[in-house]
């Protein structure tokens, strides 16, 4: 393994994360229905989560209050979930160390080893190119 690839945690952990954690900051979630973003988000809302929209184009989604960014949420968030190009991710994860998340899960496709080794070097659990909903399928009952 190269030492600058990250790993992914064991599905136990992953089994753990989707269990245990319920306050989710959804950044780059869209309004738009037709977007993946929005279908994964409903379906954990569905699910018992606490969603929270993170996108500065947008002033409400899913019922909830949009945020411009992670820093403008106002209290604890446990779990940061990623729909962003993997180009666009190392500023949030700045953002997520900055608020003290818990987990920084980034969907399929967005995959980024620096930021995600960044992130689990400031203590920050990192699931990467994993779908939020096809775990929370497997694990969430």
């Not at 952990?13 to 988000?41: C, F, H, M, T, W």
């Not at 994860?93 to 995600?116: C, F, R, S, T």
């Not at 070097?121 to 939020?132: A, L």
Request: charged share 25%.
């Amino acid at each position: 393994m190269n030492s600058q690839e990250y790993q992914n945690p064991p599905d136990d952990q992953i089994k753990e994360i989707v269990q245990k954690y319920k306050k989710v900051a959804v950044v780059g979630l869209s309004s738009d229905q037709a977007r993946p973003s929005n279908a994964v988000a409903k379906y954990l809302q569905g699910e018992g989560f606490k969603i929270i929209p993170v996108n500065p184009n947008e002033t409400e989604i899913l019922g909830e209050k949009a945020y411009p960014n992670l820093s403008a949420i106002p209290g604890k968030v446990e779990i940061v979930d990623i729909f962003r190009r993997p180009e666009q991710v190392p500023p949030i994860i700045d953002e997520a160390i900055k608020i003290k998340a818990l987990v920084v899960w980034m969907q399929e496709g967005v995959i980024n080893h620096p930021a995600a080794l960044k992130a689990s070097q400031n203590g920050i659990i990192v699931v990467m190119d994993r779908c939020m909903l096809k775990e929370c399928r497997k694990f969430c009952d």
